[in-house]
Nanobody
Framework: QVRLVESGGGSVQAGGSLRLSCVTSGIVLSYHCASWYRQAPGKERERVVLVDCDGRTTFEDSVKGRFTASRDNVENTLYLQMNNLKPEDTAKYYC???????????????WGQGIQVTVSP
């Protein structure tokens, strides 16, 4: 059974930081690309970052320079470090994974349940 479990969310004031983790099980993470998504109330889900199998990251424009992402294929864990958070970053954040190889990534197949991040002014 494949599971992706996010942790590290919560409430923070603007300018603060949070670090999200996503522990995966049931898959070999090194064979998968991974992504973080978010969805705010009334808005469509958007991809925050794609981390390919080589660890290269592609960020959504609004978080560039503030967020970093990494993966630990030994611990089968993904990380999203969020700095200088803004109220508009408030959303439910999801991790996801799909098969990949090098820089090639298939669509995301596995999803976590999501975790809330709330940034107050």
């Amino acid at each position: 059974q494949v599971r992706l479990v996010e942790s590290g969310g919560g409430s923070v004031q603007a300018g603060g930081s949070l670090r999200l983790s996503c522990v995966t099980s049931g898959i070999v993470l090194s064979y998968h690309c991974a992504s973080w998504y978010r969805q705010a109330p009334g808005k469509e889900r958007e991809r925050v970052v794609l981390v390919d199998c080589d660890g290269r990251t592609t960020f959504e424009d609004s978080v560039k320079g503030r967020f970093t992402a990494s993966r630990d294929n030994v611990e089968n864990t993904l990380y999203l470090q969020m700095n200088n958070l803004k109220p508009e970053d408030t959303a439910k954040y999801y991790c996801a994974a799909g098969l990949g190889r090098g820089s090639w990534c298939d669509q995301d197949k596995y999803w976590g349940q999501g975790i809330q991040v709330t940034v107050s002014p």
